[in-house]
């Protein structure tokens, strides 16, 4: 499929605990495409972080491989697969993760600076960004000047500003109250479509995993189609 964005195949994550091999992930196959979300959910400690890492270039599997846009993230050097992590993936997590000292806007311009755009224009960017996520009054604002709600939208922001081929988003709305939370995803939802951006989010709140497309359980390291998510 040409429209895959971020793919597995026989992916398997073991750990070594007190000389024992613990099993997390068993053989996974996947395939996410572009404009496509999918929501995994799962108990604590399940692995649903592991997969995610393992997706984003950030952990070696133990066996299988990961495609990003049809490479192969293990064939590449540390170099290659940094640049390919940088250049086609964003990540939300549960914390935000963001700069304590600079602004909304800057935070947001960072990963352009990164890729070599000049600051004006990539400030400019991250500006128009901001606005996207209802933010047009909070660029020059620094982190702790915003609201836990406000510090995840800029978050989204800074993940979808290079206009990523897949985001990936670890519990983006655990640290948020339920309201707030709804909110933040429907916003990653809405952005993650209007730029036709693959969307892996893994979520304890089955009521939001509903809201993707496609919603999986990730049980005893494999992963479980689910029609309908049991109610919260």
Same mark, same amino acid.
């Given at each position: 499929?040409?429209?895959v964005?971020v793919a597995c195949e026989g ?6 605990e007190a000389g024992r ?9 996947l395939?996410v495409?572009r404009g496509?979300? &999918? %929501?995994? +959910?799962g108990q604590?400690?399940s ?5 995610? $890492?393992?997706? *984003? !270039?950030?952990?070696r599997?133990t066996?299988?491989?990961v495609q990003?846009?049809g490479?192969s993230?293990w064939t590449l050097n540390?170099?290659?697969r940094?640049r390919?992590?940088n250049?086609?993936l964003?990540?939300v997590y ?10 909304a806007?800057?935070?947001?311009a ?13 400030c400019?960017?991250?500006?128009a960004? &901001? %606005?996207? +996520?209802?933010?047009?009054?909070r660029?020059?604002h620094?982190?702790? $000047?915003l609201s *836990? !709600?406000?510090r ?16 990936l988003?670890?519990e983006?709305?655990g ?5 707030t939370?709804?909110?933040?995803f ?5 952005r993650q479509?209007?730029q ?5 989010v ?5 009521a939001?995993?509903?809201?993707a497309?496609?919603c999986?359980?990730l ?5 479980v ?5 049991p109610a919260?």
């Amino acid at each position: 499929m040409s429209d895959v964005a971020v793919a597995c195949e026989g992916l398997s994550r073991q750990f070594d605990e007190a000389g024992r091999a613990l099993v997390v992930l068993r053989a996974i196959d996947l395939a996410v495409a572009r404009g496509e979300s &999918l %929501a995994i +959910v799962g108990q604590s400690g399940s692995g649903k972080s592991t997969l995610l $890492q393992l997706l *984003g !270039g950030l952990d070696r599997p133990t066996a299988g491989t990961v495609q990003l846009l049809g490479k192969s993230l293990w064939t590449l050097n540390d170099r290659q697969r940094t640049r390919m992590r940088n250049d086609a993936l964003g990540f939300v997590y549960q914390f935000h993760h963001l700069l304590a000292e600079f602004s909304a806007a800057e935070n947001v311009a960072m990963p352009l600076a990164m890729a070599g755009v000049p600051w004006k224009q990539a400030c400019a960017q991250a500006c128009a960004g &901001l %606005a996207a +996520v209802g933010l047009a009054e909070r660029t020059t604002h620094r982190p702790a $000047q915003l609201s *836990g !709600g406000e510090r995840q939208r800029v978050a989204v922001a800074r993940a979808l500003i290079r206009q990523p081929a897949c985001v990936l988003a670890d519990e983006p709305t655990g640290n948020l109250d339920q309201q707030t939370g709804r909110q933040v995803f429907d916003l990653l939802l809405q952005r993650q479509r209007e730029q036709q951006a693959a969307l892996i989010v893994v979520t304890h709140d089955h009521a939001l995993a509903r809201q993707a497309d496609r919603c999986l359980e990730l049980r005893s390291g494999s992963l479980v189609p689910i029609t309908q998510a049991p109610a919260p």
